[in-house]
């Protein structure tokens, strides 16, 4: 428990949204709140540790949270949605064991159903496709299962800038500063992400050419941007077949 409390971070958005809670009285509801997000990243951070990969960081945002991993981008896209996956399923259990006090009358109704509307509502926005959200997340594995590693991700960036365009127009009649404040650090979120694409691809094939990572499954390709996760590759060149190690050999040597 000291280990995942030493990573929690409050983004500055937090910090405003919690005080203009405080300041009008719903600190029951900043509590609820605040402990769905903080249970939904428990999650990641447990199965994370299970697959024994490190967390960098959790940061707490006012739509939820973003756990950031010291992880490889060649890992077992398994693992990764096993871990995209455990926030929802956690914070799931955690509903469920407050619906069963509220039905022992262990808690009270009004509290009951506090954590009844937060729990939904985070649940249903955490798995929108919008980057950095978990829907794209695991949007993005299924993706890489049967897209290249450089096409999965521009696929991932054209849905959440859709799917965060269709959130403002049916968001339209509710926006107001709490919604702005969302929508700002979405859009953020995924212009930074959109510039980083050169980079995190350059990082996917430096790994496999650092840490002699290799698969089981074989893909034939002739072009260096058509490389995937989860396979090693041929490169079949004027008639020349090269190891997927000798070509990334001769490109960074």
Do not use: C
Request: glycine share 2%.
């Amino acid at each position: 428990m000291k280990n995942i409390l030493n990573k929690i971070e409050f983004h500055y958005t937090y910090l405003i949204m919690a005080l203009s809670f405080i300041l009008t009285g719903y600190f029951l509801n900043l509590i609820v709140f605040s402990s769905l997000i903080i249970i939904h990243e428990f999650g990641h951070f447990l199965i994370a540790r299970l697959e024994k990969i490190k967390v960098d960081k959790i940061i707490i945002y006012p739509y939820g949270g973003i756990t950031k991993l010291e992880n490889k981008i060649n890992i077992d896209i398994n693992s990764e949605l096993k871990i995209a996956i455990s926030g929802v399923l956690v914070q799931s259990i955690y509903y469920i064991i407050i619906f069963l006090l509220w039905k022992n009358a262990i808690i009270r109704d009004y509290t009951y159903n506090l954590f009844k509307i937060y729990h939904y509502s985070i649940l249903i926005f955490n798995l929108l496709p919008i980057y950095p959200l978990d829907g794209a997340k695991i949007m993005n594995l299924l993706l890489s299962k049967y897209f290249n590693f450089k096409l999965a991700n521009k696929i991932t960036v054209i849905i959440s800038i859709i799917s965060l365009f269709l959130f403002i127009i049916k968001s339209y009649y509710e926006l107001n500063y709490s919604y702005f404040m969302v929508i700002f650090i979405l859009l953020e979120n995924i212009i930074k992400y959109y510039k980083l694409l050169d980079y995190i691809y350059a990082k996917f094939l430096l790994e496999r050419y650092l840490y002699h990572i290799s698969y089981n499954k074989v893909k034939i390709i002739n072009n260096k941007d058509k490389m995937y996760k989860n396979y090693r590759h041929l490169f079949k060149i004027n008639n020349n077949t090269i190891t997927e190690r000798n070509f990334l050999k001769k490109m960074f040597d």
